[in-house]
């Protein structure tokens, strides 16, 4: 019990001393403003200065500077840029009838092998294989489906 103590003792001092230490980190820390240029132009001071690795931070400047061309040129270029990754991310994906016909046919087989009783290998290989094609959420309620028939003693047979 007095190491359990000693070492929950420590633990705290540990604690204490790693709280004081973030604190005084935290005092330390000075944001650097980036020397801003006078041009706004593609190729000038500024733009270096922004493409550097040494400069990881945002610069900040007068929005006024920017002329309306700039601005639209931006807009353009952030707009191109997001429908670029919203058509990565978009997979293609399958009609939702498609996906209904597939859970029926699924739905069919389990129906038969309860009917039938006993199922082998070949039957789990054929419902597996379709039970495949179905999205995560309608494959887990059709193996759900499939062993609660199975417990219930509707089909006789093993995975």
């Known amino acids: 019990m007095k190491i359990l103590y000693a070492l929950c003792g420590l633990q705290l ?31 000038g001071a500024f733009a270096d200065a922004a493409l550097s690795p040494a400069n990881n931070h945002i610069p900040s400047f007068d929005t006024a500077a920017l002329s309306e061309e700039d601005i ?3 807009i353009r270029e952030e707009l191109a840029a997001a429908q670029e990754r919203r058509a990565v991310a978009e997979t293609p994906r399958a009609p ?5 016909q597939q859970r029926r046919a699924v739905d069919r087989q389990i129906d038969f092998l309860i009917a039938k009783g006993v199922a082998n290998e070949t039957d789990f290989a054929q419902l597996q294989m379709a039970a495949a094609k179905l999205p995560p959420d309608e494959r ?20």
């Not at 403003?33 to 006078?38: D, F, L, Q, S, Y």
């Not at 309620?141 to 006789?156: F, H, K, P, Q």
């Open 140 to 159: 887990q309620a059709v193996m759900n489906r499939l062993t609660r028939a199975m417990s219930a003693g509707d089909i006789d047979g093993r995975f």
């Open 13 to 43: 001092v540990g604690i204490v001393y790693l709280a004081a230490k973030a604190d005084n980190t935290h005092e330390d820390a000075t944001v650097v403003e980036p020397p801003i240029a006078a041009e706004t132009s593609r190729g």
């Open 72 to 74: 639209r040129r931006i």
């Open 96 to 100: 939702q009838h498609v996906a209904e």
